[in-house]
């Protein structure tokens, strides 16, 4: 079983930062994307960002410009960090990964952090 722990959530004021970590532990064989997504109240969960094994990122339009996902692969650990934040990024943010296997590939979610963007 893989587990993942989020970190770095909290309140901030808006034009402020946050980094936000997710560490994989587990059974892990071979990580090929690690993402986060974030789900506001009463909205569905969304992407914000995904990079993957060889290094390439991808970013939603709302906060490309503004967050920076990045990697750690000897430590299995991804980060978020966030500036100019927003009141609109308020969200629970979720760690995200595809494990793949012999088997297969598997996905696995944290269990979410929150930010909360308000002054």
């Known amino acids: 079983q893989v587990q993942l722990v989020e970190s770095g959530g909290g309140l901030v004021q808006p034009g402020g930062s946050l980094r936000l970590s997710c560490a994989a532990s587990g059974s892990i064989f071979s990580i090929y994307s690690m993402s986060w997504y974030h789900q506001a109240p009463g909205k569905h969960r969304e992407l914000v960002a995904e990079i993957t094994n060889s290094g390439s990122t991808n970013y939603a339009d709302s906060v490309r410009g503004r967050f920076t996902i990045s990697r750690d692969s000897a430590k299995n650990t991804m980060y978020l960090q966030m500036n100019s934040l927003k009141p609109e990024d308020t969200a629970v943010y979720y760690c995200?990964?595809?494990?793949?296997?012999?088997?297969?590939?598997?996905?696995?979610w944290g269990q979410g952090t929150q930010v909360t963007v308000s002054s």
């Open positions: 995200y990964i595809v494990d793949v296997t012999r088997s297969g590939r598997f996905a696995y």
